[in-house]
């Protein structure tokens, strides 16, 4: 290599960046995206990322005429787009210049031009008795502040109308359109034109949430996660951004890969020291760095034997389509030769080489910059969404990367690269801005008309404080209906005597056996009572299961293999041959006539075995007892799981005179004064009263707040028409009651594209703990779709949201209807009492209110609310009602030993 190839080489490698640079400026970019999207580091980024308030890309089932109006330089175009059903669009267009008087004028003039060709074209297309949403391209730097609201901040592109800046150009169109048209327009969005390109590009290719535009200028936008936006409310879901990518490295982080030409092109632009990133890559920019390349070659004698002539040393003049044409593989050194020729210049064939040489190493640099840039894009977006491998698309507009023949190549080669876990797809977009911008609005419909479905959908679970008063009233009138001899048969609300008289003193001892019956799984427990200086209460136990052929069959077969269960606990505890007290917790709807005596009312939670409903379960269990050889238990009590929850957190907190379940039932327990339960003799001292709330509503009290989906819940229930409060709040039936919403949203297209899977429609899929992932706070909107797709579900971002919606409203509405339970209780304690001021605790257990995220905060809120005269404390059980029932027997012992039974 001769020593003139060496100096030209040495100067164009100035252009050549390294993996090892161009990782370094995706790193930077990323950090600039960060800064940029905190509220407080913003103004130190040079990246902007400004909010657009566009939540969604197109989700297939947009529909109907839409206008926009496309403000391009000195034109602008005026554009109807028809969504039809078989995913096609057809698009009407007109374009018209813009007269410099009307440029420099008052914005009065401008934007009554844009409404009087609007009105001419909205008569040539005969749409003018059509109510027609429109959407504005205005490609100016504006402040945003809602999707149909933009602030022009500063005029450029030879724009200075007057009365514009600072003024909300969104309102200064509809003011003219108002003045000159004698129809029905909406303008619903203005966009920004590289959002336009994405949206464009995203009817096509749902993936595409990726804006590129490398043209005169270049921008890029994307979809990230709200919660990483803070200049704006709201965490949930996802907004476009637009980066404003041209000024990244005004800051000089660029400073090192900046060349002598860039530096010189800078000095003499128009905006020294801004849009650093943009005048390495534009088309406006890079005709002007391939000029300075060409006069320094020729004054070092290694072009054109030193000769330049006066049109080349002229800025400006060598413009960025000529180093498409001088690229081309097949006429680029003929189309060198006729270019240099037209600058009055006389190159050689070497000369040609050599001027095709610079413009192939500054349009790889642009190219690999911009890969940078989109690399950075895409590696935020895999990382916001936890993948570990990315699939998405870019929708691309811009000369630049139309009519260069090899600048998209190589910006897909360099983006492979520096990303080389994601696979990226790109779409020229066919029809511009305008396109884009019509399917904005066409999104924007979509959405407001979802929202006004959902919200409708959705009413009748949200309570005002009013309903809630309602509910606490008429629970207050059952509980003194089920209190009363008279009326007690035909309350809902039982109000059922349990014999439990007092809490335990601390003098209780020994070792006693707990049976935790009320659901699937049952357990039985030992339980060591001591004084709480010696350790107090200390427990062993084993879960065991019910197999669904012992709940459906018969009573004696499952009360057997209870006792079975039983047996083999107590030998695995060294136990066999000692008399144990035992207690036994039965979560089911009993009629109680002494501690020891409780008559089934009615079987719950799936529940049927035979012969059971009127007996004595105690009865039945001591009998199943006698059946075994060997065994020595002694029953002494029978504890609703409720009561056993209340004395579990006595045994700590000697405040605690409430009990509650919110699990897969309901139900709550008081101390309440003797002399108030007339069923039972005696008017001395408390007796705490198992509610049995679950059943309050029965009598259609509650007929008002029953939504059309409780009705269909309740229909295909093993009990029709019975537990209706419980049905509204507890956790059988919450995910049942959230998937029965959900069907029908579908049908009336609101999510997963209106496709009802078959697992869907399937009976009990829905899981009530689906609720409770959902709406917790940790898991990012990725991990609620793959909750939903393991459903069999198809979901979009969209869709995540509204299901989250819908769960975060119906398990709400379930905490307030507890919570208004709760607040009756209190009420009647404290009234009972005379007291202006009541300071008490509630003992909770249950999945629902200690698993799910919200559901015990909203419980407490209403509460506090609906009894403003009461300082409740929730007390969470941590032993559950077995311990209570244990706790219960052993007082029961003691007061027995005494002669006080």
Known sequence: ???????????????VLSDEKLQKIVSLMLENMEKGLRKQKHTTSTLKMLPTFVHSTLDGTERGDFLALDLRGTKFRVLQVKLTDDDSYKVQSESFEIPEDIMTGTGIQLFDYFAKHLSSFLDKQQLKDKK?????????????IDLDKSVLLTWT????????????????????????????????????????????????????????????????????????????EGDEGRMCVIMEWGAFGDDGCLR??????????????????????????????????????????????????????????????????????IEDEKVGLTKAKEILLSFNLNPSEQDCVIVQK?????????ANLCAAGLAAVVTRIQRNRHLKHLQTTVGVDGTVYRKHPKFSGRLQATLKQLTSNCDVQFMLSEDGTGKGTAMVTA????????????????????????QLVQVQQRLRLEMLRGLEKETQSTATVKMLPTYVRGTPDGTERGHFLALDLGGTNFRVLLVNVNSREEGGVKMVNQIYS?????????????????????????????????????????SFPCRQTGLDKGILITWTKGFNATECEGKDVVMLLREAIKRKQGVELDVVAIVNDTVGTMMSCAYNDSNCEIGLIVGTGSNACYMEEMSNIKNVEGDIGQMCINMEWGAFGDNGCLDVFVTQYDQIVDKASINPGKQRYEKMMSGMYLGEIVRNILIDLTKQGIVFRGQISERLNTKGIFETKFLSEIESDSLVLLQVRAILQKLGLDVTC?????????????????????????????????????????????????????????????????????APCCDVTFHQSEDGSGKGAALITAVACRLRETGQH
Do not use: W
Request: net charge neutral; hydrophobic share 40%.
């Open 1 to 15: 290599m001769n020593s003139h190839s060496e100096q030209v080489n040495s100067i164009l490698s100035l252009f």
């Open 132 to 144: 027609l949403p429109l959407g504005f391209t205005f490609p100016f730097p504006c402040k945003q």
């Open 157 to 232: 592109k030879g724009f200075k109308c007057s009365g514009v800046e600072g003024e909300d150009v969104v309102q200064m169109l509809r003011d003219a359109i108002h003045r000159q048209l004698d129809c029905d327009v909406n303008v619903i969005a203005v966009v920004n034109d590289t959002v336009g390109t994405m949206m464009s590009c995203g009817y096509k290719d749902r993936a595409c949430e990726i804006g590129l535009v490398v043209g005169t200028g270049t921008n890029a936008c994307y979809m990230e996660e709200m919660g990483n936006i803070e200049q704006i």
């Open 256 to 325: 090192d890969i900046q060349t002598e030409f860039d530096l010189e092109l800078d000095r003499h632009s128009r905006n020294p020291g801004r849009q650093t990133f943009e005048k390495k890559i534009s088309g406006m920019y890079m005709g002007e760095i391939v000029r300075l390349i060409v006069v320094k070659l020729a004054s070092l004698h290694l072009l054109f034997n030193g000769v330049t002539s006066p049109a080349l040393l002229k800025s400006g003049t060598f413009e960025t389509n000529y180093i498409s044409e």
């Open 358 to 366: 610079i413009c192939n190493n500054v349009s790889t640099r642009s």
């Open 443 to 466: 999104v924007a419909r979509r959405l407001f008309a979802q929202r006004q479905q959902i919200n409708e959908t959705m009413a009748p679970f949200c309570l005002s404080r009013k």
């Open 546 to 586: 019910i197999p669904e052929s012992l709940m459906q069959g018969s009573g004696t077969k499952l009360f057997d293999h209870i006792v079975d269960c039983i047996i083999d606990f107590v030998k695995k505890q060294g136990k066999m041959g000692c008399r144990l007290p035992l207690g036994f917790t039965f």
């Open 798 to 866: 969209d869709d995540t949201l509204i299901v989250k919606e819908v769960c975060t409203i119906v398990s709400r509405r379930a905490a307030q209807l507890c919570g208004a339970g709760i607040a009756a209780v209190v009420e009647k304690i404290r009234e009972n009492r005379r007291l202006n001021h009541l300071a008490i605790t509630v003992g909770v257990d249950g999945t629902l209110y200690k698993l799910h995220p919200h559901f015990s905060k909203i419980v407490h809120e209403t509460v506090a609310e609906l």
